[in-house]
């Protein structure tokens, strides 16, 4: 059972890596600004329902540690991020882009919320792949 939940902590965390440090960049370079706000709002809500699944079954599977509970903490904050400040960030991008500054604020705060999230993600299912791989 854990080397299963090693696998899918594996799968996630590379993912992540692979999303963070390449597509999402990619994007912003490469592809028209007016292009790439959509298709970033649309790749993050399957990338976060992802996250959350494969670390949910991670947790369940690793359950009897800490780092089961570890790993479902990290599926938690994948639906929070996709549920509540997602949409948030959201929000404030589309008002933003309508002249309103506050909103315009809101989103730098919101996105800088998000991309520490999602390193602390990164950082948490670094130390629960050492746990894991140490425990096989």
Do not use: C
Not at 9 to 16: C, I, K, S
Not at 20 to 40: C, L, N
Not at 41 to 62: D, E
Not at 109 to 136: E, M, T
Request: charged share 10%.
């Amino acid at each position: 059972m854990e080397t299963l939940a090693l696998v899918l902590t594996a799968l996630v965390f590379g993912a992540m890596l692979f999303f963070s440090f390449v597509v999402a960049p990619m994007v912003f370079v490469k592809v028209p600004e007016a292009d790439a706000g959509p298709f970033v709002r649309a790749v993050f809500p399957i990338y976060y329902a992802i996250g959350a699944g494969f670390a949910l079954v991670a947790g369940l599977l690793a359950l009897g540690g800490w780092v089961g509970w570890l790993l479902l903490a990290i599926a938690l904050s994948f639906l929070w991020l996709r549920q509540g400040l997602m949409p948030a960030i959201n929000r404030a991008r589309d008002a933003s882009l309508t002249g309103d500054e506050a909103a315009g604020q809101r989103f730098d705060r919101l996105h800088k919320l998000s991309v520490w999230a999602n390193g602390g993600q990164l950082v948490a299912f670094g130390a629960a792949l050492i746990v894991l791989g140490f425990d096989l």
